[in-house]
Nanobody, 123 residues
Framework: QVQLVESGGGLMQAGDSLTLSCAASGDTICISEWGWYRQAPGKERELVATIDSLDNTYSSDSVKGRFSISRDKARRTVALQLNSLKPEDTAIYYC?????????????????WGQGTQVTVRS
């Protein structure tokens, strides 16, 4: 199973930029999609961005044009670049690894979450 560790969070000012990193270890053979989610205080966890095995990316409307996701296959890392930060971006950011649903051998048990990294943006 894959294990994920996030890093890079911190206390920022509005307008700042920040890069979050997610390092993967373990068996990633079943993973076809990597994503970043966030959860603000009192709110549900929401999808921020994803990248798949073909490097197709998706960003939610709330971050489109400001955040971008990328991955380094050799280093087994997934990064989230956060630009033009706003106070409403304050949240715990989680890395997620999702299994290939078309694979006979891969199941929900192959999915994984990181422990999260806090991003706080002051106005």
């Amino acid at each position: 199973q894959v294990q994920l560790v996030e890093s890079g969070g911190g206390l920022m000012q509005a307008g700042d930029s920040l890069t979050l990193s997610c390092a993967a270890s373990g068996d990633t053979i079943c993973i076809s999609e990597w994503g970043w989610y966030r959860q603000a205080p009192g709110k549900e966890r929401e999808l921020v961005a994803t990248i798949d095995s073909l490097d197709n990316t998706y960003s939610s409307d709330s971050v489109k044009g400001r955040f971008s996701i990328s991955r380094d296959k050799a280093r087994r890392t997934v990064a989230l670049q956060l630009n033009s930060l706003k106070p409403e971006d304050t949240a715990i950011y989680y890395c997620h690894a999702g299994h290939d649903p078309s694979s006979y051998w891969c199941t929900d048990d192959d999915d994984a979450w990181g422990q999260g990294t806090q991003v706080t943006v002051r106005s």
